[in-house]
Antibody, heavy 123, light 108 residues
Framework: EVALVESGGGLVKPGGSLRLSCAASEFSFTLYTMNWVRQAPGKGLEWVGSISSNSEHVFYAASVRGRFTISRDNAGNALTLQMDSLRGEDTGVYHC????????????????WGPGTPVSVSS | EIVLTQSPGTLSLSPGERATLSCRASQVVKSDSLTWYQQKPGQAPRLLIYGGSTRAAGIPDRFSGSGSGTDFTLTISRLEPEDSAVYHCQQYGYSPLTFGGGTKVEIE
């Protein structure tokens, strides 16, 4: 089954670090730009960052730039989010999402999401 | 950064009724860069509408997207019990891509 599954979430103290993983299955992972999107409790979705298929282009939201690092292992079909200097406002559920480009209409969208892994930053 | 404001925050309706969900942008957004997702509790978001008005594969025709400029609408023509969920709008016409705060649809 085509799927994304996140892991690595948990409870961490402010200032601490956490490493999230996203395992991709049953699709050609190497062809897609991948993203991280988070959702704080009671809030809407927030884009965290993206990485192109060959890792050449990596982009971050201003709120995490300099603290978070996105990487990927195409041979292992895995996406990673290294989170350092964590803050309370980083608490939430973190989803990985596949970006799909529709060439007929020139649109793109997130067509496959993982169920998410929860991160709680608290002392 | 473009701010998307969704309203109402919660919509409580009965099966068979029509639901109208609003997504208002802080500045003009290209309609074909507007996307809608459905998210049920504990589940991953699911793509509903892309390009402003195109239904994703497998999405029933009771779901429709419309709008232009700064005002966009997701309409569910005849609510089914399984439509109970939070609905998110998203734009990617301007960087960074942004999401709205979501509208929760409750089916009474």
């Amino acid at each position: 089954e085509v799927a994304l599954v996140e892991s690595g979430g948990g409870l961490v103290k402010p200032g601490g670090s956490l490493r999230l993983s996203c395992a991709a299955s049953e699709f050609s992972f190497t062809l897609y730009t991948m993203n991280w999107v988070r959702q704080a409790p009671g809030k809407g979705l927030e884009w965290v960052g993206s990485i192109s298929s060959n890792s050449e282009h990596v982009f971050y939201a201003a709120s995490v730039r300099g603290r978070f690092t996105i990487s990927r292992d195409n041979a292992g079909n895995a996406l990673t989010l290294q989170m350092d200097s964590l803050r309370g406002e980083d608490t939430g559920v973190y989803h990985c999402a596949r970006k799909f480009f529709d060439p007929t209409g020139g649109h793109w969208f997130f067509d496959l999401w993982g169920p998410g892994t929860p991160v709680s930053v608290s002392s | 950064e473009i701010v998307l404001t969704q309203s109402p925050g919660t919509l409580s309706l009965s099966p068979g009724e029509r639901a109208t969900l609003s997504c208002r942008a802080s500045q003009v957004v290209k309609s074909d860069s507007l996307t809608w997702y459905q998210q049920k509790p504990g589940q991953a978001p699911r793509l509903l509408i892309y390009g402003g008005s195109t239904r994703a594969a497998g999405i029933p025709d009771r779901f429709s997207g419309s709008g232009s400029g700064t005002d966009f609408t997701l309409t569910i023509s005849r609510l089914e019990p399984e439509d109970s969920a939070v609905y998110h709008c998203q734009q990617y016409g301007y960087s960074p891509l942004t999401f709205g705060g979501g509208t929760k649809v409750e089916i009474e």
